[in-house]
């Protein structure tokens, strides 16, 4: 069975600020299709959750298994694996603390239930690496936190103008063709941060230092490869 594939991302002005979110949905049938939004005063999770409903809702009535791909550590660690305990706990954190934005968790876990088990894959994606959709749900999604217009593609996946969403190794799955880029490469930097639990990334050491300043028992790191995310991730006891 073809497989529907989403790529989302989501940007914030400050942390909170105005925010906007974005995906793109490549179809079965042989279509791609870009949703963007936005909020006056958000966060940074949010937004990401925000696009990843967006998709998800999009494709209620397509039937098949979904693929969702976020660089959204957050939205990844939520489904795969703090979910449940959240839920069994009455939406209460270990810490016996509210779980923030249970709104949109309560949403996100709907739509993906409904799906029935397995209908919904989750996979992490490094963001700012040089992958075509995730690189254009960024600009989208930074495009509407800053009110700018954007042109939203709707159309055949073949013509999709801003790089490739063909389907490359797995020919059912319409992954779209990774560009080339040397093994090992640092990419630009970035920084994570963890605090209450809740681990964000940032594109700048501002938006991580407006998240950090102040508060105790907080942990941030600045980053530039994915191995380096991967080791810090493992010495937070995240991975």
């Excluded at 959750?49 to 298994?65: C, D, N, Y």
């Excluded at 075509?132 to 996946?157: F, I, K, Q, W």
């Excluded at 920084?191 to 950090?212: F, I």
Aim: hydrophobic residues 35%; proline residues 5%; positive net charge.
């Amino acid at each position: 069975m073809a497989v529907i594939v989403i790529f989302s991302d989501g940007a914030c002005s400050g942390n909170p600020g105005p925010g906007g979110w974005a995906c793109v949905i490549a179809l079965p049938e042989g279509r791609a299709m870009e949703l963007a939004g936005r909020a006056d005063a958000t966060t940074n999770n949010r937004m990401e959750m925000s696009a990843v409903i967006a998709a998800l809702s999009a494709v209620r009535r397509v039937p098949g298994p979904v693929v969702v791909n976020t660089d959204s550590t957050y939205v990844i660690g939520g489904m795969t694996k703090w979910l449940s305990a959240w839920k069994r706990r009455g939406w209460l954190t270990a810490s016996n603390e509210a779980v923030k934005n249970e709104d949109l968790w309560r949403t996100l876990d709907a739509l993906s239930r409904e799906r029935g088990e397995g209908g919904v894959q989750w996979r992490w994606i490094r963001g700012h690496d040089g992958h075509d959709a995730n690189e254009r749900c960024d600009e989208l999604a930074v495009a509407m936190t800053h009110r700018r217009p954007v042109s939203l593609y709707d159309g055949e996946l073949r013509s999709y103008p801003y790089g490739s969403l063909l389907p490359g190794e797995a020919a059912e799955s319409n992954v779209p063709v990774r560009r080339a880029r040397g093994r090992g490469e640092a990419g630009p930097a970035s920084y994570l941060s963890l605090a209450d639990g809740s681990l964000e990334r940032h594109a700048t050491w501002k938006e991580c230092e407006s998240r950090v300043k102040g508060r105790a028992g907080v942990k941030f790191k600045k980053i530039r490869s994915p191995s380096e995310e991967r080791a810090v991730l493992k010495s937070w006891g995240l991975e």
